[in-house]
């Protein structure tokens, strides 16, 4: 029997060309609150959420050009250019940050809640229909970008989710993935 919530897992897929129109607050907040229902141990609350819209994904984008035209002084006005409107595909773009325990176990357990409230937030937007993907790349390590998004040096950028309404036409269906047999070792069974 279909399960709603086995078919959101195995129907998400990510969408990097999403459409301009923008997104209402509420179903961002909806999708956060989601985020947030991630596993997590002794329930530190390690992630943060920097939501941006409007100018705001401008202020990243020059923050992330300035460390692009740091690190390669041949860049040229056009390509500074590309680099600084880069969060502009989508009109959402979520930045999802850790707030790490001090103690190294703690640590990284708190960075796999993190990553378990991207995918939670991922099969949101999925559940409501909008296109997500999650972005990385060196943007996340730019102490630019970090101080452009108010992150203290312990912490994380995790990953940059951009959002939007699916444009028409796009083939949002998933890709075949192979089964998990091949990454799996069966035990006493
Ligand atoms: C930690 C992490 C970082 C990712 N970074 C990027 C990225 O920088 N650019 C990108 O296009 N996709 C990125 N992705 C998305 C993956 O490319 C995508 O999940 C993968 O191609 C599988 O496609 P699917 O999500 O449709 O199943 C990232 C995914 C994860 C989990």
Known sequence: MPDPVLSAIHGRRSVGRVSADPVDREVVEELLDAAVAAPNHKETAPWRFVVLAGDARGIVG??????????????TPEGRAKEAALLDRAPVVIACCLIPGVDPVRA??????????????????????????????????????????????????????????????????????????????????
């Open 62 to 75: 020059e923050a992330h050009a300035q460390a692009v035209a740091r690190m390669r002084p041949d860049l």
């Open 108 to 189: 990284r357990e708190d960075r796999d809640a993190v990553a378990a409230a991207v995918q939670n937030l991922l099969l949101a937007a999925h559940a409501r229909r909008l296109g997500a993907i999650w972005r990385t790349g060196t943007m996340t390590d730019e102490p630019e970008v970090r101080e452009a998004l108010g992150l203290e040096p312990r912490d994380a950028l995790v990953g940059l989710v951009y959002l939007g309404h699916l444009p028409d036409g796009v083939d949002s269906s998933p890709s075949p993935r192979r089964g998990s047999d091949p990454f799996t070792e069966w035990r006493g069974w």
